[in-house]
């Protein structure tokens, strides 16, 4: 849920909080890393290696 979605006003602040902490989360892994972190489908790809070493397509396929 966004933060413009949350019912409450506390909801509301505590979603800017979340976000605010997952973004700098992210810039120190970054600048740990190095580089910035793949963002949207690659990082999807990404991780989903990272777990197993098979590609997400390669799971969703049906065995025959």
């Known amino acids: ?3 413009e979605n949350a019912p ?3 909801g509301r602040e505590a979603a800017k909080g979340l976000r605010k902490a997952a973004a700098k ?9 190095g580089s910035d ?12 290696k990272s777990s ?6 390669t799971k969703q396929k049906p065995k025959r």
């Open 25 to 33: 989360d992210e810039r120190k892994v970054e600048a740990a890393k």
């Open 1 to 3: 849920m966004g933060t």
């Open 8 to 10: 409450t006003p506390e």
């Open 37 to 48: 972190l793949k963002k949207g489908a690659d990082r999807f790809e990404e991780r989903s």
């Open 52 to 57: 197993d070493g098979k590609s997400a397509e």
